[in-house]
């Protein structure tokens, strides 16, 4: 984060779930990471981003027309620098899947516990996306791919990477500088022939690394 903190806008129509956020982030960020401004009309959403210049967008799927999809097509158009990342209550991968065709870096499930929201949030402001891991596998279907010509650190490397960890806590975990954490992803990406994280993760999911037994 920066000096002035995290600045978020929330495109969603319920203002509870909003105050909820402002109250979360209040209190367990120091206001580190603060809800700058906030919209229940979808059609809004692309105005409210050119208006607050947020850091990070989080957009609900599931509201009245156009819709969330389209507030996040329309955010990115408005200011591809923002990033934006996908609520939703619903259990149906169909919207989740729309919503990163049309720009977003990464989905939560609105179930999601409050103390397990901040690390998704930093992870897509640096640079990664964000998927739990049951869409994911639902996303990628029971099919396996053929095994990667992987080494061990890069096997780690790919399986920290669909678990959706961030730059600061893949350094931790492999015991190396956040630069080397982002030339190996580099180098990662240009191996497997991916362009995205995405892309990588659902790799992971196909070849069976996410069922082999995590990293300590």
Same mark, same amino acid.
């Given at each position: 984060?920066?000096?002035?903190? =995290?600045?978020?806008?929330?495109?969603?129509?319920? &203002?509870?779930? =909003?105050?909820?956020? +402002?109250?979360?982030?209040?209190?367990?960020?120091?206001?580190?990471?603060? =809800?700058?401004?906030?919209?229940?009309?979808?059609?809004?959403?692309?105005?409210?981003?050119?208006?607050?210049?947020?850091?990070?967008?989080?957009?609900?799927?599931?509201?009245?027309?156009?819709?969330?999809?389209?507030?996040?097509?329309?955010?990115?158009?408005?200011?591809?620098?923002?990033? =934006?990342?996908?609520?939703?209550?619903?259990?149906?991968?169909?919207?989740?899947? +729309?919503?990163?065709?049309?720009?977003?870096?990464?989905? !939560?499930?609105?179930?999601?516990?409050?103390?397990?929201?901040?690390?998704?949030?930093?992870?897509?402001?640096?640079?990664?996306?964000?998927?739990?891991?049951?869409?994911?596998?639902?996303?990628?279907?029971?099919?396996?791919?053929?095994?990667?010509?992987?080494?061990?650190?890069?096997?780690?490397? !790919?399986?920290?990477?669909?678990?959706?960890?961030?730059?600061?806590?893949?350094?931790?975990?492999?015991?190396?500088?956040?630069?080397?954490?982002?030339?190996?992803?580099?180098?990662?990406?240009?191996?497997?022939?991916?362009?995205?994280?995405? +892309?990588?993760?659902?790799?992971?999911?196909?070849?069976?690394?996410?069922? +082999?037994? &995590?990293?300590?």
């Amino acid at each position: 984060m920066g000096d002035g903190g =995290v600045r978020l806008a929330v495109v969603d129509d319920h &203002p509870l779930f =909003v105050r909820g956020l +402002e109250l979360l982030f209040a209190a367990t960020t120091d206001g580190r990471v603060r =809800v700058i401004g906030s919209t229940t009309d979808a059609a809004g959403a692309a105005a409210l981003v050119a208006r607050c210049a947020p850091d990070l967008a989080l957009v609900d799927l599931h509201m009245p027309p156009p819709g969330g999809p389209r507030a996040i097509a329309a955010i990115r158009r408005t200011n591809p620098r923002v990033r =934006v990342l996908a609520m939703s209550g619903s259990d149906d991968p169909a919207p989740a899947v +729309e919503a990163l065709r049309c720009g977003a870096e990464g989905y !939560l499930p609105k179930t999601s516990e409050p103390e397990d929201l901040l690390p998704p949030l930093l992870a897509v402001l640096d640079g990664w996306a964000v998927l739990p891991s049951a869409l994911l596998r639902r996303l990628i279907g029971p099919t396996r791919a053929p095994g990667l010509n992987l080494d061990d650190e890069e096997r780690r490397l !790919l399986r920290a990477i669909a678990a959706g960890l961030g730059t600061v806590e893949i350094a931790d975990r492999l015991h190396t500088s956040e630069r080397t954490v982002k030339r190996m992803t580099a180098a990662l990406l240009r191996k497997l022939r991916v362009a995205t994280r995405v +892309e990588a993760a659902a790799l992971a999911g196909r070849a069976g690394l996410l069922d +082999e037994r &995590p990293d300590r």
